[in-house]
């Protein structure tokens, strides 16, 4: 017999689990018990815990706000726009900083170990740090109370000039020792090194060792000889220590511990070394821009254009002028641009020529900083040998001068209202002596411009940009006098005149308002009418009583609207406006003239063509008109794409050619007869402005379109002799001389359905028994005219009625005759010719 008993076989193993487990919890407790107990135990658990909190306390006090090392990845360093004229060659560049970016490749090996041996000859081995490097400047921080030194490696320089401050101070120690580890994580050391090599400061405003390389020694990096390395190597410690002006000697000292260094790492032989050693430092002296100077007013006018669509610093945005590194094609011809200052310069000296002193150019205060204050004044010339000084002391009838190096010399004859500080302009007069040189006081601007396009081939706004900034081509407002009437007698010719509709050049007055009263014209110079004559003869003759005439009856409404159509200004229907007392500038005057020569058609002026980004991509283009199929990779045997003309129409082509055929009359026969000796097609005008203040002559080829104005800053009278032709046509003269020399001689193109018609040069009347001769005043000239508008044949009311008698006599004996030859025969049905069917056959009276 069994007997039953509980199974507590589950519980017993249940009980024996929480033994084992308190069994063994109780061992482990007792194990930290035992380690508790002990004194190292205690002090190693301190430890982690101060160790874990001061970490906590380093990420908080230091590394919380660090900048992002992986930003690097993607970082572009600020460097100048480069300004190139029309055929690629660089003219000019802004910027604040000197730099010129390079690829880690394009930078000699030995330039490297030369910045290696200078700066950080463990780079390719440590991870950021140079920890016996940090041990010896503790100590040295410890036992000095000056200025905290360290031993950054080279990434730690690169985070503290890419990502950190300049502040002295341990807390900027140490967070850039902790970017340094995270840039080591996230660039090669080829990539810290780019990054090192492109932004370091290495003195004379050069950031880089490709901009220090020219501005030290005027050489490429791939350049250099051994010595030039070692130099440029020694300059991120402080380039002022080493400035060749004031300390050679110690920069030699350096630079030899540099080649020193060098040797004892094995990167270069003894005999490098000592032929390094020999030789002198050889830096150039400190200079400016890497260019010739060329286009002052032009280049201001592009960087001013830059800014207003990109931004001028980097915070405007990736494209700013003075960081963006952009790559700007201008339409600046650098040979014209001579011509063309030369050419207004010229002018501006025979108007000022025989009038005396002008005055001192600006002022300062004169003392021991004086040479100081002239350079900062930043008052420059580039005219002839000219220099520009100060005027330091009166001497007698000469005086003490100064220049900004600090020279002096002596002025001879010195005028008596010559004052101790003005700047003047002198050229040398022999030894230490100088003459005084007259800047004119007149001024004004001239602007060259291809008719075809609206490129702005030169601009020159004034004497001289260096001493006057303000861009007379562009921003100075005139009244341009005569040089408005072709686009009054354009209006006139599209409201139904012609060249030859007749004008009479007499008193004209017109009632004003009850405030104004009456007011009456006159001709320039007061000259008396001529009376009736062709509206080209007074275009060409530059009348003022026919032009109020015309516009008088085309409508001055009409006319102002012409003249804003035409980008010229925007006046009020007066007639005081047809004869130019409206002010405009000369580049809007010399562009609605090339839109005469571009058959009226709109034209954008530009002096930047396009605009690249520092990867060469375009981010602007001045010509936006789409040509379609330009880029296929095969003909496709159609007729050559071609892109579509850019541009409204804003005046008929027909009354923009015969308005440029009229004004190719004022070069031949009218008021710009001086030009005629250039012997090729032109066409242009002329201008006087009431007092007189203003002179211009605005015209050219159909290559070329020039404007020139002359006058005062604060408008007075320039002289009775002053006109348009004798003061501004003379500038454009020998300007065109030479830029127009080997151009070929291209007559301007008349557009589609231009007439031209032999008439009278003085009548206008229709001419058929005569043909024109090459004299310019011969009595038959071609003259354009539109469709329907050309004058009819016209003969002597005598010999119409002489010639009507003969041709009555000639059908009464046809009639006769017919009457006789038809007795017999019937009557004729032809019917006899009247006297009206006669005029229809002789083209009628007109």
């Not at 004169?366 to 001497?395: E, G, H, M």
């Amino acid at each position: 017999m069994v007997e039953n008993t509980p199974d507590n076989s589950g519980a017993d193993a249940t009980e024996s689990l929480a033994y084992k487990l308190e069994r063994n919890t109780g061992g482990f407790f007792n194990w930290l018990d035992k380690l508790w107990q002990k004194r190292f135990f205690r002090l190693f658990l301190v430890f982690v815990a101060l160790c874990l909190i001061g970490w906590l306390l380093i990420w908080a006090i230091f590394a919380r706000d660090l900048p992002d090392a992986k930003t690097l990845q993607q970082y572009e360093p600020p460097l100048p726009t480069m300004v190139r004229a029309y055929d690629g060659e660089p003219v000019h560049s802004y910027a604040r900083e000197r730099r010129v970016q390079l690829e880690y490749a394009e930078y000699p090996a030995l330039l490297v170990r030369a910045y290696l041996a200078a700066e950080d000859r463990t780079f390719f081995e440590h991870g950021g740090l140079d920890y016996p490097g940090i041990a010896t400047a503790i100590v040295t921080n410890i036992s000095n109370s000056g200025r905290p030194v360290g031993a950054s490696t080279i990434t730690q320089q690169v985070a503290k000039n890419l990502l950190l401050t300049n502040e002295v101070s341990y807390r900027r120690k140490v967070r850039e020792a902790i970017l340094a580890y995270r840039i080591e994580e996230v660039l090669t050391k080829q990539e810290i090194l780019e990054l090192y090599l492109n932004q370091i400061f290495l003195g004379r405003n050069a950031y880089g060792v490709q901009a220090a390389a020219q501005a030290y020694f005027g050489k490429d990096v791939d350049e250099l000889a051994l010595h030039e390395m070692a130099y440029l190597a020694i300059l991120p410690k402080g380039p002022s220590n080493y400035r060749p002006e004031k300390n050679e000697q110690r920069a030699v000292n350096r630079r030899d511990w540099a080649l020193g260094r060098m040797l004892a790492n094995d990167w270069i032989t003894q005999a490098q070394h000592d032929r390094a050693v020999a030789q002198p430092l050889g830096a150039i002296r400190s200079r400016g821009a890497r260019f010739e100077r060329v286009g002052g007013y032009y280049i201001e006018e592009v960087r001013r254009q830059l800014i207003e669509q990109f931004g001028e610093n980097e915070e405007a945005g990736p494209y700013s002028v003075y960081s963006g590194g952009l790559w700007v094609r201008t339409s600046l011809n650098p040979e014209l641009q001579q011509y063309t200052k030369d050419s207004l310069r010229n002018g501006l000296l025979r108007y000022s020529r025989g009038k005396g002193w002008s005055g001192p150019i600006n002022k300062i205060e004169i003392d021991d900083k004086w040479s100081q204050r002239l350079a900062s004044t930043f008052i420059r010339t580039d005219y002839a040998d000219w220099r520009i000084a100060v005027t330091l002391n009166r001497q007698g009838n000469g005086a003490e001068i100064g220049f900004t190096d600090g020279t002096t010399g002596r002025l001879n004859g010195a005028p008596s209202k010559l004052k101790s500080g003005d700047i003047i302009a002198v050229s040398p007069a022999g030894g230490s002596r100088y003459a005084l040189r007259n800047v004119p006081k007149v001024s004004g601007g001239m602007v060259v411009q291809n008719p075809r396009n609206g490129r702005i081939w030169a601009m020159q706004g004034g004497f001289d940009d260096r001493m006057s900034s303000f861009n007379r081509a562009t921003q100075a407002e005139r009244q341009p006098g005569s040089t408005i009437k072709p686009f009054v007698y354009a209006t006139a010719l599209d409201q139904g005149m012609t060249p030859a509709t007749i004008i009479v050049d007499s008193p004209f007055c017109v009632y004003q308002s009850a405030a104004l009263g009456r007011k009456c014209f006159r001709n320039f110079g007061g000259a008396r009418g001529a009376g009736e004559q062709t509206l080209r003869w007074g275009v060409e003759q530059s009348r003022n009583l026919m032009t109020v005439r015309a516009a008088n009856d085309a409508g001055m409404d009409n006319v102002v609207n012409t003249i804003k159509t035409m980008g010229i200004g925007d006046y009020k229907p007066y007639l005081a406006f047809a004869l130019g007392a409206g002010d405009t500038t000369v580049a809007k005057l010399t562009n609605a003239y090339s839109m005469l020569v571009n058959h009226g058609r709109e034209l954008q002026p530009t002096v930047i063509d396009f605009v690249q980004d520092r990867k060469g991509k375009v981010i602007f283009r001045a010509d936006k008109r789409i040509c379609e199929n330009c880029n296929q990779d095969e003909w496709d045997g159609e007729t050559m794409p071609r892109p579509r003309p850019a541009g409204k129409q804003l005046m008929d082509p027909m009354t923009a050619y015969q308005m440029v055929n009229i004004l190719e009359g004022v070069i031949t026969r009218g008021t710009a007869q001086n030009l005629k000796s250039l012997n090729r097609p032109l066409f242009g005008k002329t201008g006087t402005a009431s007092g007189p203040t203003n002179v211009w002559f605005v015209g050219g080829s159909p290559d070329m379109v020039a404007g020139v104005y002359m006058g005062f800053d604060q408008p007075s009278n320039m002289g009775g002799y002053a006109q348009g032709g004798t003061l501004a046509a003379p500038i454009f003269k020998e300007f065109a001389q030479k830029a127009m020399a080997g151009m070929p001689k291209t007559p301007f193109v008349a557009p589609r359905g231009i007439r031209m018609v032999r008439v009278d040069r003085k009548s206008g009347k229709r001419v058929f028994g005569g043909w024109p001769s090459d004299d310019p005043k011969s009595a038959v000239i071609w003259d354009v005219f539109k469709p329907e508008t050309e004058p009819r044949r016209s003969i002597r009311k005598e010999e119409l009625l002489a010639r009507l008698e003969a041709r009555k006599a000639q059908l009464r004996a046809a009639k006769l005759a017919a009457r006789n030859r038809d007795n017999g025969e019937g009557r004729s049905n032809r019917p006899a010719q009247n006297d009206n069917d006669f005029l229809q056959d002789e083209g009628g009276i007109y």
